[in-house]
């Protein structure tokens, strides 16, 4: 007999709104869920270019050099906060 491990989702709060992600999902992945980019695992687009979103988890920031080894667990909180111009 075979068994198969089954993916089961993950449920946070982001920016208060519950959320689920697949077990074993990043930092890095909730943020290109979100923004819908391609995020390096240097926390850069593939251009280079920063994403203009900071992130914080649990009440911490996380660096986003560090986001693709940040895992998202079951009850997180992710709080994400996109930089805009003007005044």
């Given amino acids: 007999m075979t068994y198969t ?4 989702d993950v449920a ?4 208060g709104s519950e959320r689920a992600a697949s077990a074993g999902a990043s930092l890095r992945d ?4 979100e923004t819908g980019k391609t995020i390096g695992d240097d ?3 593939a251009d280079g270019r920063g994403t203009g979103v900071a992130a914080a988890l649990d ?7 560090a986001w693709a080894a940040t895992p998202i667990a079951a009850g997180a909180v992710v709080e ?5 111009q003007g005044g």
């Fill in 30 to 33: 909730v943020v290109a869920q």
């Fill in 80 to 84: 994400l906060v996109t930089a805009t």
């Fill in 5 to 8: 491990a089954q993916t089961t």
């Fill in 43 to 45: 926390g850069r687009l």
């Fill in 12 to 15: 946070f709060t982001l920016n």
């Fill in 59 to 65: 009440g911490e920031v996380v660096p986003r050099s």
